[in-house]
């Protein structure tokens, strides 16, 4: 595959970059079949992305909906096929104004505005579409084969919410069509398992415009989901020694203030109320709460370390675009906590922390991650609390620790909290990219700031050392990231029904309400489904809507031996028990949490 540099030279494209180059390409390609479309569409940027290119437009009054993405792409299609080769020239910072001026591309003359003053101006150009552009392109416009137009979405023009909404026009390109194949195979597959489509079906979880957007609510169902998941991780802290406490959902400006968090994190805080001459806000973290009950007695070296736990309400104000159901909300539970401990107790109490993070993948079966140390950006002024000293050492202290653990991970700049560096570890999920689920940050830098004390063996006051740690995560995103997963299917002591008792008939509904009385007096949650259907649909529904692990089928041969027969929804066999004998089953399989 040849390409065109902007320079002029013509070469073959090294194989690490053709599928970049294909991408910014189709970006290309795409913006010129929108222009003949849509005639006043004005362009911003067009960049290639990691699995395809997309391109932030000003369409004026038009609304684009996902049924004309089709006539986009046929155009786009009709233009490939003219193999319009690409053509590249260099212009004077002067007469490219002028040429984007002429054009109308009011974003693009800004966009020069902002370049040095000694940035080489180059345009390419593939028929009667020109753009500013630094490439490498494609030179004939039929080198594009495979392509796909993906989503429309919402983007700010310079990703600030300032600025006007843009229309994102998003899309797909590979070398072939049997690369773009595979591609539609794996979005068929996260279709599958994505947990918003997976949570309306088995009525998980809902979200209302009226409510707001980003703040999902969670149904019965979805709830003693969601219950099974903190009662497990409470337990396992309760064994650890972890005290856990109840904050409130709100703090004062003053409290932030006080943290930092108004500082480096305002931008992602819900706005601030006023309230009787006092500004407060939604709480997006609970360590400044945490701080506040460490500091409510003195004390001494003995009381340390102190873990201080909760399931907290937070509150953070993400950008629409990057809403996505429970894993990705404005408000969601994390499971918190803040180890209060002596510098000596670091490296125990990270181990500590890690090996309850491990135990607790092993439990859910989850193997692909891995771990991160997060640094900050020594040259981002702005991001971090500014203390060379202070992080040289807390980075020094967390790197130590995860060597001498022989914990393998990798470095990266930039991705610390802005109070100190954090082991992040990121999961792979079954599909799309992976992301953190468990963290644990090391701060000397909070301690400090709310004046925290402890009395030392030796009679001096000291300040303590917190670990920031969350095991799942938080809730909500742990319980996505189960659902697809597992597509659904829980194991019985996750489930929400656990077992659902099916009556064949009329005939059968009386014995079939005392199976189900009696089994949910044994606290196994269970369900009738007394709709008048036939009883093959009733199957076919718990199994494959309901998810559910058992299926007890109720007929006049169950009625007249005094038992139940029980369809497994695993093996798809049938057993036949005694109610007693199946709540047995249940009750040790719930314990065992397999």
């Excluded at 479309?37 to 369409?59: C, Q, V």
């Excluded at 693009?108 to 080489?120: C, N, R, S, T």
């Excluded at 398992?193 to 998980?204: A, P, Q, Y």
């Excluded at 917190?466 to 597992?486: C, K, N, P, Q």
């Amino acid at each position: 595959m040849k390409i065109i540099y902007n320079d002029g030279r013509v070469a073959e494209c090294p194989a690490e970059e053709e599928l970049e180059v294909l991408r910014h390409s189709a970006a290309h390609i795409m913006a010129q079949a929108v222009k003949r479309i849509y005639p006043n569409a004005h362009f911003a940027y067009g960049p290639a992305t990691e699995k395809g290119f997309h391109y932030d437009i000003d369409l004026g009054d038009v609304k684009l909906s996902d049924e004309d993405l089709p006539a986009i792409e046929k155009e786009m299609q009709k233009i490939v096929k003219e193999n319009l080769p690409f053509k590249v020239y260099p212009l004077p910072r002067e007469e490219a104004v002028q040429l984007m001026r002429e054009r109308g591309e009011t974003y693009k003359v800004e966009h020069i505005a902002d370049l040095p003053e000694d940035a080489v101006i180059t345009f390419y150009q593939q028929g009667d579409y020109i753009d500013m552009c630094v490439g490498p392109h494609l030179t004939y416009t039929k080198a594009l084969k495979a392509f796909k137009l993906t989503a429309l979405s919402g983007a700010y023009w310079k990703n600030d919410q300032k600025n006007k909404m843009l229309t994102r026009i998003n899309g797909v390109a590979f070398r072939n069509a049997e690369e773009l194949a595979a591609y539609e195979k794996e979005v068929e597959e996260a279709k599958a398992r994505d947990h918003r489509r997976i949570g309306k079906d088995m009525s998980l979880f809902m979200t209302d415009d009226l409510v707001g957007r980003g703040l999902p609510m969670f149904l019965p169902k979805g709830y003693t989901l969601w219950q099974q998941l903190e009662n497990y991780i409470r337990d396992k802290e309760v064994l650890l020694g972890y005290q856990h406490v109840l904050t409130p959902c709100v703090g004062t400006v003053a409290l932030y203030q006080t943290s930092g968090h108004w500082e480096h994190y305002k931008d992602n805080m819900f706005p601030a109320m006023e309230v009787e001459g006092e500004s407060f806000v939604l709480r997006p973290m609970n360590c400044p709460h945490h701080m506040r009950i460490y500091a409510n007695r003195p004390h001494s070296y003995r009381d340390l370390p102190i873990r201080i736990g909760e399931i907290a309400h937070d509150f953070r104000f993400e950008a629409s675009g990057t809403l996505k159901g429970i894993e990705r909300g404005r408000h969601f539970c994390q499971n918190d906590a803040h180890l209060f401990v002596t510098p000596e107790q670091i490296k125990d109490e990270v181990a500590a922390v890690c090996d309850l993070i491990f135990s607790t993948y092993k439990d859910f079966g989850i193997t692909d991650y891995r771990c991160v140390l997060s640094l900050r950006d020594p040259e981002d002024k702005i991001k971090y609390h500014q203390d060379d000293e202070m992080w040289e050492k807390a980075e020094s202290a967390l790197r130590e620790v995860l060597t001498e653990l022989k914990i393998d991970f990798t470095e990266e700049i930039g991705e610390a909290a802005f109070y100190g560096p954090k082991l992040d570890v990121n999961v792979k999920p079954a599909v799309g990219a992976e992301y953190t689920l468990s963290t644990c940050q090391l701060d000397f830098c909070l301690p400090a700031r709310f004046d925290l004390k402890y009395i030392d063996k030796d009679g001096v006051e000291k300040t303590p050392v917190v670990l920031h740690r969350a095991i799942l995560g938080s809730l909500d995103r742990f319980m996505a990231y189960l659902i697809e997963e597992t597509k659904g299917i829980f194991p019985v002591w996750l489930a929400p029904v656990q077992a659902k008792v099916l009556p064949v008939s009329d005939k059968s509904m009386d014995y079939a309400e005392k199976v189900y009385d009696e089994l949910r007096n044994q606290r196994i949650r269970v369900e009738l489904d007394d709709r008048n259907e036939k009883i093959g649909y009733k199957i076919r529904y718990a199994r494959q809507v309901d998810k559910v692990p058992y299926m007890i089928i109720i007929g006049e041969k169950e009625i007249a031996e005094g038992n139940i027969s029980v369809r497994d929804r695993a093996t798809d066999q049938t057993t036949v028990y005694t109610v007693a004998g199946f709540a047995d089953k249940l009750r040790r399989e719930i314990a065992e949490r397999k």
